[in-house]
């Protein structure tokens, strides 16, 4: 069963405090998102650390209950 964009979104936002997120569907099937997600508690990390803030945050879904995920971390421009 697919998940939704704002599932994804409160899992996100819940994991990481403070998080903006923003979600596409790439294929319309609800399967296959794109995510940017901008928050200050990126700062200082790589992208690997990044993106693992944000799996941790999805709870293990991620290859399961979601499918594929295309992210895009940053920490706020100052």
């Known amino acids: 069963m697919p998940m939704a964009a704002h599932d994804i979104i409160q899992l996100i936002k819940a994991g990481i405090p403070?998080?903006?997120?923003?979600?596409?569907d790439l294929a319309g099937d609800g399967d296959h998102y794109a995510a940017t997600v901008v928050s200050p508690a990126f700062?200082?990390?790589s992208k690997i650390q990044q993106h693992q803030m944000v799996y941790g945050a999805l709870g293990g879904r991620m290859g399961g209950v979601l499918h594929a995920?295309?992210?895009t971390t940053m920490a706020p421009k100052a």
Request: proline share 0%; glycine share 16%; no cysteine.
């Open 69 to 71: 995920l295309k992210l």
């Open 43 to 45: 700062a200082g990390k």
């Open 18 to 24: 403070g998080a903006e997120v923003e979600i596409q």
